[in-house]
């Protein structure tokens, strides 16, 4: 990027636009709307069944009928779509998370129900075992622990699938095994499910922002003092990211995903600017955990922070952003727009 030599002051204040609201709005570079805003959502077995998350206050694990219900609100909102992230009972868990691909079970339950309840509503499931097994990591383990990578890939495909045919507009692997999202294109071209788009978490971190989450899904438990440092990315680095997304978008990926948010908006930028395609960015459950906690300690206001986070992973080049806040910020929208 290049820029011509500065004018000299007082000819050129920059001030000058900004002294007005007007101004300002027609000077504005990045818009941030809800149709940016993708609304993460934990899905519980039984019937009207609501229990609170307590590391992410405001946030509550419901049942499939409350899930459609809130739904109609996401929809008058103009919420674009929904991500699924189903919490598995104990019991329904094994080793080889089998549950995954149970034509019942609950993610596919849930899809099913949205889908005839709002046809309009984008629905994307979450394509990893972590929740089905017993030890909590995203594939299935050998004798030392160690994620299996191939066979753990033919088990997501089975998973993709089932969710496919439930309904889901949109599968996401979160799993970051190789290879998994061209057996996954392969299975759902050979299956009839040529619209069915693969939203591929491409740049996954191993981060530490992740611990609310799996106290939402129940799988913090089952993973214990153990790590997914084998299989996710490790924070210190760039380029390999590039080489991850470019992987899975010559694979069949519909669009790429970096996670956590805020702390890797130099990814979203390199993603974007370098390789130009459907990039999104999860504000993952750490991120909105520290920005509930200092709002509710008085130490920041909530709304400003809440909108100007959002806003900087749309500058950083995000499409779209799941976000627990995005009713809050839709909010926040239609208030602003009248």
């Known amino acids: 990027m290049s820029f011509s030599t500065p004018r000299v002051f007082p000819a050129t204040r920059l001030r000058r636009n900004r002294a007005s609201d007007f101004s300002r709005r027609l000077m504005r570079e990045t818009q941030l709307t809800t149709d940016n805003l993708i609304y993460p959502v934990f899905v519980l077995e039984g019937e009207e069944q609501r229990e609170q998350v307590p590391s992410m206050p405001g946030v509550d694990r419901l049942s499939v009928d409350l ?3 809130q739904a109609a609100e996401l929809v008058e909102l103009g919420i674009p779509a929904v991500a699924l992230f189903p919490v598995v009972a104990a019991d329904r868990k094994d080793l080889s998370g089998s549950g ?5 079970g609950l993610a596919q339950r849930a899809v099913r129900a949205l889908k005839k309840a709002y046809p309009e509503l984008g629905v994307i499931t979450d394509v990893a075992l972590d929740p089905f097994t017993t030890h909590g990591q995203d594939g299935i383990i050998d004798s030392d622990g160690y994620v299996l990578n191939d066979v753990t890939v033919e088990a997501l495909v089975k998973q993709a699938l089932s969710h496919a045919e439930a309904g889901a507009d949109i599968v996401a692997p979160s799993d970051m095994m190789d290879g998994r999202v061209a057996a996954m294109r392969e299975a759902l071209e050979a299956g009839g499910h040529v619209n069915t788009r693969i939203m591929a978490y491409s740049a996954k971190y191993a981060s530490g922002y992740y611990g609310p989450f799996r106290d939402a899904v129940g799988s913090a438990g089952n993973l214990g003092k153990g790590n997914k440092a084998t299989y996710q990315m ?4 760039s380029n390999e990211a590039i080489q991850e997304v470019m992987m899975d978008l010559a694979e069949g990926a519909d669009m790429v995903m970096v ?7 130099d990814i979203v930028h390199r993603v974007k600017t370098e390789l130009q395609v459907p990039t999104f960015v999860y504000q993952v459950s750490g991120e909105y955990a520290m920005h509930m906690a200092a709002e509710q300690n008085g130490w920041l206001d909530g709304d400003t922070v809440v909108m100007e986070s959002l806003m900087s992973m749309r500058r950083a080049g995000a499409d779209g952003i799941l976000t627990y806040f995005a009713v809050r910020a839709a909010r926040l929208l239609r208030e602003q727009k009248h």
């Open 67 to 69: 899930l459609v219900e």
């Open 259 to 265: 996670k956590p948010g805020m702390p890797y908006l």
């Open 100 to 104: 995954a691909w149970d034509s019942d």
């Open 234 to 237: 490790d924070p210190a680095n």
